[in-house]
């Protein structure tokens, strides 16, 4: 089967699946297969397919130009200098300014240069549990942290593997440690999450769920302290701005300090004996750290919730029988002047846009134009990562972003799944 350039945008949901590796073997390999796909039959609702071979023609139309990019891709890549050039959806694009890895690199990439942090080891790799054993969901924190429940509603009984990193998450799904990674994208009162963001372009995971989790937060401190006795707050930074208001009405003379999550700052006082400080987390930090409750419920909106992301090493078959969602990213070689034609794509087929986030381009973050006054200009260059309400096994989602590839010059699927769709109530019910 021939390999695909990794710097070519994936046409199709269906050029992400990878054939699943052996445990003990590297995650990785020096070329990438287009599909992996038993012949193993499979049904979807409206008849877009009744077997795996149906699903990947269906995409078809996303992955036309595949051949013609992958020859030319070569071509350049032969020519040496300058950086492997590509073709991406037709244009020749330096791949090294994608900030993507290279395929014939990822071994060095994804080595580990630093002995990992408690509690994942070298000891701890060991192949994917067998069908009926406990899932294994990494996530960034301590145990007590929001997002080791968020792990626990995604996936119940599961075996949460707490992450001192998101990037140690992401790679502990990437090295076979953990089967998912669940982490947090955004916020309804703090905002996204930028720094997952920029790591779901760097790694090759794929988006497989969404939950939606309401935080409750609640001041903790040592048995016997006193809110008066107080001389600092420790928390997460957008767990002290949401409870800002709060802390204020409770008449506390404190100094706010950032940690690097609720949960460790819980563990922070617990382990130092800190008298004269207190920690906003959750009340199951409490219980597991020895601390006491001081106020219940202190965030400044009891509609805060935080939404998650359920990551896999490959993705799931999209369906039509339930409410789907789908995220891309994209970029254009000539800055933002394709953004109304991109979003035109959806709204001509009435596809409504659930979120929309620009990013600087991290390897080119300013691109010069030329301007008639003073010779040139400077524009910043961004990437684009879009959340719409459609499945890819609709045909209105592929005929949407194969007219998306005509205005961009990168464009990546990362995940088109099930949305959440449990019913919402206020934190402060929890």
Same mark, same amino acid.
């Given at each position: ?7 070519? +945008?994936? /046409?199709?949901?269906? !050029? ?6 052996? $445990? ?6 020096? %070329? #990438? ?81 630093? +002995?990992? /942090?408690?509690?994942? !080891? ?6 994917? $549990? ?6 294994? %969901? #990494? ?42 990674a669940v982490l947090p994208v955004e916020n309804s009162l703090g905002g996204s999450i930028h720094r997952n963001y920029d790591l779901l372009l760097r790694h090759r995971l794929h988006i497989v769920g969404e939950v939606q989790f309401p935080v409750h937060h609640c001041l903790l401190a040592l048995p016997g302290v006193r809110k008066e006795y107080l001389s600092r707050v420790i928390s997460h930074p957008q767990a002290l701005a949401q409870c800002e208001l709060t802390l204020t009405k409770l008449g506390l003379n404190v100094t706010r300090e950032a940690v690097d999550d609720t949960a460790g700052a819980a563990e922070y006082i617990a382990a130092n004996n800190l008298l004269n400080t207190a920690a906003i987390a959750s009340a199951r930090a409490a219980e597991l750290y ?141």
């Amino acid at each position: 089967m021939k390999a695909l350039s990794p710097y070519s +945008p994936a /046409p199709s949901f269906s !050029t992400f699946v990878r054939r699943p590796f052996f $445990p003990r073997l590297l995650p990785f390999h020096s %070329v #990438a297969v287009q599909c992996a796909y038993g012949p193993e039959t499979f049904s979807v609702q409206n008849g877009v397919g009744l077997s795996r071979a149906d699903w990947q023609s269906s995409c078809a139309i996303l992955a036309s130009n595949v051949v013609s990019q992958q020859q030319s891709a070569d071509k350049s890549a032969g020519g040496g200098g300058g950086g492997v050039v590509a073709s991406v959806n037709g244009h020749k694009t330096n791949v090294e300014n994608l900030n993507l890895v290279p395929i014939g690199k990822i071994s060095d990439t994804y080595q580990i240069t630093k +002995p990992q /942090p408690k509690p994942l !080891t070298i000891t701890d790799f060991s192949p994917a $549990p067998m069908h009926g054993e406990k899932l294994r %969901v #990494a996530y960034q924190g301590v145990p007590g942290a929001y997002s080791e429940a968020a792990a626990g509603k995604a996936y119940p009984n599961c075996e949460a593997i707490p992450c001192d990193q998101f990037e140690v998450a992401f790679q502990a799904v990437e090295l076979w440690i953990a089967d998912r990674a669940v982490l947090p994208v955004e916020n309804s009162l703090g905002g996204s999450i930028h720094r997952n963001y920029d790591l779901l372009l760097r790694h090759r995971l794929h988006i497989v769920g969404e939950v939606q989790f309401p935080v409750h937060h609640c001041l903790l401190a040592l048995p016997g302290v006193r809110k008066e006795y107080l001389s600092r707050v420790i928390s997460h930074p957008q767990a002290l701005a949401q409870c800002e208001l709060t802390l204020t009405k409770l008449g506390l003379n404190v100094t706010r300090e950032a940690v690097d999550d609720t949960a460790g700052a819980a563990e922070y006082i617990a382990a130092n004996n800190l008298l004269n400080t207190a920690a906003i987390a959750s009340a199951r930090a409490a219980e597991l750290y020895g601390l006491q409750v001081i106020a219940d419920g202190i965030q400044d909106d009891s509609s805060n919730v935080t939404r998650f992301v359920m990551l896999a090493r490959d993705p799931i078959i999209p369906r039509t029988d339930r409410p789907f969602k789908t995220s891309i990213v994209f970029a254009h070689d000539k800055g933002t002047s394709a953004l109304f034609k991109v979003l035109s794509a959806f709204a001509f087929r009435n596809i409504s846009l659930t979120k929309i986030e620009s990013r600087p381009h991290r390897n080119c973050p300013i691109r010069l134009v030329d301007d008639a006054n003073v010779g040139t200009a400077k524009h910043f260059e961004y990437m684009f990562y879009v959340d719409f309400e459609a499945s890819m096994a609709e045909t209105r989602a592929q005929n949407a972003l194969a007219e998306v590839q005509e205005f961009t010059s990168f464009l990546r699927v990362l995940g088109s799944y099930p949305m959440d769709m449990t019913p919402w109530s206020p934190s402060g019910g929890h």
